[in-house]
């Protein structure tokens, strides 16, 4: 498949990231950004904040794909959306962006946030295509070469089919077993 080809959405699984993930989403984070999150944070987002929702995408068995929110009260803030370069310009970060909406509006959520560097135009892009609408800057956000964040919020969640299917995150499961039979 050539790389401006779009993946056959029934190839792509869209699943919760686990800890089983955090080796291959570590060396996707290496491979694409220039101040990668350590493994420890993914590890601490997954098993203590009862905020953080994380998303991987899957093609054959390999993680391609990441997007992350933090759900706080009735906003999201979208932490991170990473898409393996080889696997770029197939409609997947589209994919998981798409994903996270549904699942945000399905939680009640009314507006969402994120920070994008200033010279990251393809991801600009695709955060207008959805509605997000540039707020502001925060200069100089980035510690790697000080370049400025631009922040997009989105106010309306119109037109987006709210889902609650959120799968159920490590540790959430037994929870959920123990509440039902309790």
């Known amino acids: ?83 393996h370069p080889d696997y770029r310009r ?8 798409q994903r996270l909406l549904s699942n945000a509006k399905g939680c009640s959520i009314e507006s969402l946030t994120l920070e994008v560097r200033r010279s990251n135009l393809a991801a600009q892009k695709l955060y207008e295509k959805y509605g997000f609408i540039f707020t502001s800057v925060r200069p100089g956000y980035y510690t790697d070469n000080k370049e400025d964040a631009l922040i997009y919020w989105k106010q309306e969640m119109d037109g987006i089919e709210p889902t609650d299917d959120w799968i159920v995150y490590e540790g959430e499961e037994e929870a959920e077993e123990e509440e039902q039979n309790g």
């Open 90 to 97: 197939r409609g997947i970060g589209d994919t998981l962006l």
């Open 1 to 83: 498949m050539s790389a401006d080809k779009k993946t056959n959405s029934t190839d792509l699984i869209i699943e919760a990231m686990t800890l089983a993930d955090l080796d291959e989403i570590s060396e996707l984070e290496n491979m694409v950004f220039t101040t990668p999150w350590p493994r420890g944070a993914f590890e601490g987002e997954l098993t203590t904040n009862a905020l953080a929702r994380y998303l991987v995408a899957r093609l054959n068995k390999k993680i391609v794909g990441y997007i992350g929110i933090w759900l706080i009260f009735n906003e999201g803030h979208i932490t991170n959306i990473a898409v």
